[in-house]
């Protein structure tokens, strides 16, 4: 079964910095890998994925996430990081060869300091 | 262009009552989805609808949980005899149904059971 570790509870970087959220997951078959981010009170809403191809893929709010099959990671990032991205940020798994539903790590918070 | 949308957006219910939460997906997705989200973890998956079947319900932690979803569209998760322990936000999210594609998700529904 499909599974997804978000290593780090809070995240604290100084606005205008780079920031790193990590992600690794576990699948038997090729993954479908995804990030959504929270804001408070709000359902999630979604950032990116990747499917296939470029290892690098760009979303939504300057936010990219580099997938690495080797350490099966899928590490979210952005190079200047904004008070406003202080949220709730999910990663999630689809696993090709169990189905459609959607497996999401524990999350990490994000704080990002003016 | 409507989202996912969740009614009620609060419930509070006595313990060993019935409950019924409704999800409107966005207008012609086929896939719908259903999470639990307790405080400070990731989403929970509970059940997975390809049009008007379950696909996939076994995120269900037991017999008290039933999903519907009769037409295709709209879906009605129902709880049973409700426990304190189902106290969470109950999360509905919606997609085109393809391998590739992301979930779109409503606000929730925060159940309360007292």
């Known amino acids: 079964a499909q599974s997804v570790a978000q290593p780090e509870d809070q995240v604290n970087v100084a606005e205008g910095n780079p920031l790193t959220v990590k992600c690794t997951y576990s699948v038997s078959g090729n993954p479908y890998l995804f990030w959504y981010v929270q804001y408070p009170n709000r359902g999630l809403q979604f950032l990116l994925k990747y499917i296939t191809g470029d290892n690098l893929v760009k979303g939504s709010y300057g936010f990219e996430a580099e997938f690495n099959k080797s350490q099966t990671s899928f590490h979210l990032k952005k190079p200047s990081a904004l008070v406003s991205d202080s949220a709730l940020y999910f990663c999630a798994v689809r696993d090709e060869n169990y189905g459609q539903n959607f497996v999401f790590g524990p999350g990490t918070r994000l704080s990002v300091l003016p | 262009g409507a989202g996912v949308s969740q009614t009620p957006s609060n419930k509070v219910t006595e313990k060993g009552k019935y409950v019924e939460l409704r999800c409107d997906p966005i207008s012609g997705h086929t896939a719908l989805y259903w999470y639990r989200q307790s405080l400070g973890q990731g989403p929970e998956f509970l059940i997975y609808?390809?049009?008007?079947?379950?696909?996939?319900d076994s995120g269900l932690p037991n017999d008290r949980f039933f999903a519907v979803r009769p037409e295709g569209s709209v879906s009605t998760l129902k709880i049973q005899r409700t426990e304190r322990g189902d106290s969470a936000v109950y999360l509905c999210a919606s997609s085109l149904g393809n391998e590739d594609t992301e979930a779109f998700f409503g606000q929730g529904t925060r159940l309360t059971v007292v």
């Open positions: 609808f390809q049009g008007t079947g379950a696909a996939d």
